[in-house]
């Protein structure tokens, strides 16, 4: 199983406090985080860096961003 | 996907060191003391010169504010980010810039400026900063609780232009109707003949260091609101480096300069009644971060194309008008006839605002 954030169209904090909390319920869980600005996707890329977890896959289309994270294991 | 290093911690950083240099100068080459660059102040002073307020001290078109929208603007177009948007609560936002103005009249400065009369050595700026953390910290239990002003839309070009355009149109007049010695009036433009409004660098001065802040601050997303926000909500340092970079940076110029005057009497443009220079950020720092962001930042976004952002700035013009119509603003000589009742409606207004945006579960 995987979680959606759809944190299209929201500007800061919202995007990263959404990616956070789905960091703190998606247990092993990937990620998907879709934003709209190159400033959210540094954002919750920074966000998510940030909590030990890693960017997997960026896909870029037409302005917006679709983020896979998943857990590092360290 | 190309790597924007402005955006890294050492970008905004760095960008926070040039801007603290720039600050210094401006003020160094003619702005008034410790306002270097003051987005509430210069925004004021806009209203002045266009004749929304007739406080004769603080009227003259300020090319800053041009600079810093057209400036973002262009960095925008520039790396693909211009991004026509709104239509998140844009009525909400315009009135949260009316009531952030209006606090930051009350302690004479936004947070940009409460970083350079700290690096001035005026020790009144502590209360706004206090006040300033307080009111940010107040936005973020809202954040938490699921406070939001909606998504933005896409939107037409068109839409992402008008500011830019409105500035372009601020600084034609500006050319068109140059101040004239010793006249309050120049076309339909006014001017100040003493008093802050006198005081500024020579235009293209002026221009050319806020094009070139308004381009890296576009950049690199510096936002002197969000610096704090983000420590308070996330434990996080990655702005807030550019904020103590800007202190620091002005900091030593002004050691440099020989400007550096510690104390809490007869600092410039500034009063020493604590607990108002404290409660008149609390209210602008709530409404900034239930806005988004600082004055500042609300200028870069508007060039990037969000028109919510614009109209915020609008706000912001209008509620300068307001406060010295209405005699909100605090002068040297302490808070304005009306300035309690200004601070305490402001912040009914902003925690209603905050209230009515909770997310229903």
């Excluded at chain 1, 092993?28 to 400033?39: A, H, L, P």
């Excluded at chain 2, 040039?18 to 660059?37: E, F, R, T």
């Excluded at chain 2, 006198?198 to 094009?211: D, F, G, K, N, Q």
Aim: positive net charge; charged residues 10%.
């Amino acid at each position: 199983m995987s979680y959606e954030v759809d944190a299209r169209g929201l500007s800061c904090p919202q995007p990263v406090l959404m990616t956070l909390q789905a960091i703190q319920s998606a247990g092993n869980d990937d990620i998907c985080i879709r934003v709209d600005s190159s400033t959210s996707f540094e954002n919750v890329s920074r966000a998510a860096t940030g909590k030990g977890w890693l960017i997997a896959n960026v896909e870029q289309n037409d302005g917006e961003y679709r983020v896979m994270i998943h857990k590092g294991f360290a | 996907m190309k790597h924007n290093w402005f955006s890294s911690t050492a970008g905004v950083a760095t960008v926070g060191g040039v801007i603290g240099v720039l600050a210094v100068l401006l003020q160094h080459w003619g702005n008034p003391p410790n306002m270097g660059i003051c987005v509430a102040c210069f925004e004021r002073d806009i209203a002045g010169g266009l004749g929304l307020h007739r406080a004769a001290v603080v009227q003259y078109l300020r090319p800053e504010i041009m600079g810093f929208v057209l400036g973002a603007f262009l960095a925008a177009l520039l790396f693909k980010e211009f991004r026509p948007r709104g239509g998140s609560s844009p009525l909400v936002r315009y009135v949260l810039g009316v009531v952030a103005m209006i606090g930051a009249l009350v302690f004479l400065g936004c947070p940009w400026r409460v970083m350079l009369r700290l690096a001035g050595g005026d020790g009144n700026a502590i209360f706004g900063f206090l006040g300033l953390l307080v009111g940010i910290w107040i936005g973020t239990l809202f954040f938490k609780n699921g406070y939001t002003l909606g998504k933005t839309s896409e939107q037409h070009a068109a839409s992402g232009w008008i500011l830019p355009l409105v500035m372009i149109g601020l600084l034609a007049l500006r050319l068109i109707f140059q101040p004239v010695e010793g006249q309050a009036q120049s076309g339909v433009l006014w001017y100040s003949l003493k008093g802050p409004g006198a005081a500024h660098a020579p235009l293209y001065i002026s221009l050319i260091i806020s094009l070139i802040v308004g381009f890296l601050a576009q950049r690199s997303r510096f936002c002197t609101m969000g610096a704090l926000r983000d420590v308070i909500l996330f434990r996080q340092m990655h702005l807030f480096s550019g904020l103590i970079a800007l202190l620091a940076a002005a900091l030593i110029m002004n050691l440099l300069l020989g400007s550096f005057k510690p104390g809490f009497i007869g600092q410039p443009v500034a009063h020493t009644q604590e607990l108002w220079n404290f409660a008149g950020m609390v209210v602008a720092g709530l409404a900034f971060a239930l806005a988004g962001g600082c004055p500042g930042r609300q200028l870069f976004l508007s060039g990037e194309g969000d028109s919510d952002a614009g109209l915020f700035a609008l706000g912001m013009i209008t509620g300068a008008a307001i406060s010295h119509n209405f005699g909100l603003a605090s002068s040297p000589d302490g808070i304005g006839p009306h300035g309690m009742a200004a601070v305490f409606i402001g912040l009914l207004i902003s925690l209603s605002i905050g209230f009515g945006h909770l997310k229903r579960s």
